[in-house]
Nanobody
Framework: VQLQASGGGLVQAGGSLRLSCTAS????????MGWFRQAPGKEREFVTT????????YYADSVKGRFTISRGDGENTVYLQMNDLKPDDTAVYYC?????????????????WGQGTQVTVSS
């Protein structure tokens, strides 16, 4: 599965951005999709994931109530709506595809990574 992410940019604190990720290639499997992020000097961290059906979602505590993940009608596209952005949200955001995992964080096992998209939030 190849993943293409888009939608990053520069925004002021309190603003919003919407990221998109489209899967191509072997897209016939039932896979979860999600987002991770990596800030300068830090490890890559889980942000959110959504099941194949869209019925199940998980969020990192740091983004709960501000970020919303959703799947497109074709199920090969996932969106990340980011509201009330904070400078701490500044990072490269990576789209991911794989499976959900229960009991062991993060709640997603990644099989494929997309290229990153930069999100910069100014104070």
């Amino acid at each position: 599965v190849q993943l293409q992410a888009s939608g990053g940019g520069l925004v002021q604190a309190g603003g919003s951005l919407r990221l998109s990720c489209t899967a191509s290639g072997r897209t016939t499997g039932r896979y979860a999709m999600g987002w991770f992020r990596q800030a300068p000097g830090k490890e890559r961290e889980f942000v959110t994931t959504i099941s194949y059906s869209g019925a199940t979602t998980y969020y990192a505590d740091s983004v709960k109530g501000r970020f919303t993940i959703s799947r497109g009608d074709g199920e090969n596209t996932v969106y990340l709506q980011m509201n009330d952005l904070k400078p701490d949200d500044t990072a490269v955001y990576y789209c991911a595809a794989g499976g959900l995992r229960v009991g062991i964080p993060p709640p997603m096992i990644v099989g494929s990574w997309g290229q990153g998209t930069q999100v910069t939030v100014s104070s």
